[in-house]
């Protein structure tokens, strides 16, 4: 197994360089991204609290597991009595709105990213993303076909990549209990680059799924809530995204397939 | 009965002009037919032969003979064996006739090969997308379709030599054999 500390966007290296042509990704170096340092409250009996929060939210996750490939294969024996999952406290949930973490297992289409992502912004804080198999880190074996996105970090955070072809359960578990650790020691605040860099991770959805992207979640909004608005969240992406966007409705019901009259 | 049959099959395809036929086993006969003689080649197969399963209509792209080939892989019950029924149609202007009035299931087929090779199908119930409703590029199985040079242009690469590898490296540890060396 091989863990990977994900700095928050792409392209991690030093041969960075600024191209912003049409059908291409936004790269952004990383000094660009606000760092979360985490406060030390000056009350000590504050910081117990908090170190007391992160333990018991460590300890009972749910665990979402969108399988999109073939790694998706590997969990059922890391979920049941072989390896057992749940001793450590994380065990899986069927709706993205009550759960913690978000495993993408394997290669991720196109088409699979924007329900993705739809799926991702449902979860609510604090969330953290696994990324398991290579193909989530760079496209894998899938690397020349069109119908796959590559980078999954492009399009919104990650904490965690296990990669592998495919990574076996201890690989599995071994990644569970790395983010366990980060989320005790505070480390684990990727869901909070999100909103902070929402007008990149935006501009790379853009740039995928045309210009009229929009989804049912208003981040912008849930990032005031929060308190992480920075200069990085709005930009030229989100007045995009603004000029486009449409309303929400809702949806029509329908009985025997007649439509209801409006 | 079904012995019986597969004799009377032989002898009557043998007997057919413009069709090549070649028996590979008991159970799998390839057919090369002329364009304009499959669908009444594929009646008398369904009619008289009991090739009643259409299992999968495949596409081949022979771009340097500027033609597409078109797979009719039929199954019988009565005789147990599979007939694949090949054809070639000119790259240009990609048009043949839809088997749907024989074959219902040939609609999904020929709707799956219209999207990826841009083959239309006249009389197919439905040439409209099917799996890539959200691809607006070429057809992506032709063979002019450079599929490594799309992603190069569309998509970015995660770095394969991260600061925090080099850093590891420096140190002793990192990869020991690299890839590039393992396949050599």
Redesign the interface.
């Known amino acids: 197994m091989a863990r990977i500390?994900c700095p928050a966007g792409?392209?991690?290296?030093?041969?960075v360089t600024k191209d912003k042509t049409e059908?291409?990704?936004i790269?952004r170096d990383d000094e660009s991204f606000p760092i979360e340092v985490r406060q030390e409250r000056t009350n000590p009996l504050a910081n117990v609290f908090d170190g007391l929060v992160r333990f018991c939210q460590a300890r009972s996750m749910f665990m979402l597991h969108y399988c999109t490939g073939c790694g998706a294969i590997e969990l059922p024996p890391a979920m049941t009595s072989r390896f057992d999952m749940e001793r450590l406290g994380i065990q899986p949930m069927v709706t993205p709105r009550q759960a913690d973490i978000l495993l993408i297992t394997g290669y991720v289409s196109?088409?699979t990213l924007?329900r993705i992502i739809l799926t991702y912004e449902q979860m609510p804080a604090p969330k953290y993303v696994i990324g398991i198999c290579s193909c989530t880190?760079?496209?894998g074996m899938y690397?020349?076909?069109?119908?796959t996105?590559?980078?999954l970090k492009?399009y919104f955070p990650v904490d965690i990549y296990i990669a592998g072809c495919m990574p076996r359960p201890e690989a599995v578990i071994e990644g569970l209990k790395d983010l366990m650790g980060d989320i005790k020691t505070g480390r684990a605040n990727s869901w909070k680059k999100y909103f902070q860099n929402y007008d990149y991770y935006l501009g790379n959805q853009q740039k995928?799924?045309g210009e009229n992207w929009q989804t049912p979640t208003d981040i912008v909004a849930e990032a005031q809530h929060y308190n992480l608005m920075t200069d990085q969240t709005l930009g030229e992406h989100t007045a995009l995204l603004e000029k486009h966007q449409q309303p929400l409705q809702a949806l029509g019901m329908s009985l025997h397939g007649q439509k209801e009259k409006a | 009965m079904s012995k019986e049959l597969n004799l009377w099959l032989d002898k009557l395809l043998s007997d057919i002009e413009s069709v090549k036929v070649k028996r590979n086993s008991s159970r799998r006969i390839r057919i090369d037919v002329e364009p304009r003689a499959l669908p009444a080649l594929l009646e008398l197969l369904q009619g008289r032969a009991s090739y009643v399963h259409l299992s999968a209509i495949s596409c081949v792209d022979w771009i340097d003979d500027d033609q597409f080939e078109l797979v009719y892989h039929v199954w019988s019950y009565e005789t147990n064996s599979l007939v694949s029924a090949h054809t070639r149609i000119p790259r240009e202007p990609g048009v043949y006739l839809s088997i749907y009035d024989l074959y219902e299931p040939a609609g999904f087929f020929e709707r799956d090969i219209h999207e990826m090779y841009g083959v239309y199908f006249e009389g197919s119930p439905d040439m409209g997308k099917f799996i890539l409703t959200e691809w607006n590029g070429p057809p992506p199985m032709r063979k002019e379709f450079d599929s490594e040079a799309f992603v190069n242009q569309t998509f970015e690469w995660e770095n394969y030599r991260p600061q925090w590898l080099k850093d590891l490296e420096e140190e002793g540890g990192g990869i020991s054999i690299r890839p590039e060396d393992a396949r050599r």
């Open positions: 500390d792409p392209g991690n290296g030093d041969d059908n291409t990704l790269k196109i088409k924007k880190v760079n496209g690397w020349q076909s069109y119908a996105a590559k980078m492009a995928l799924f």
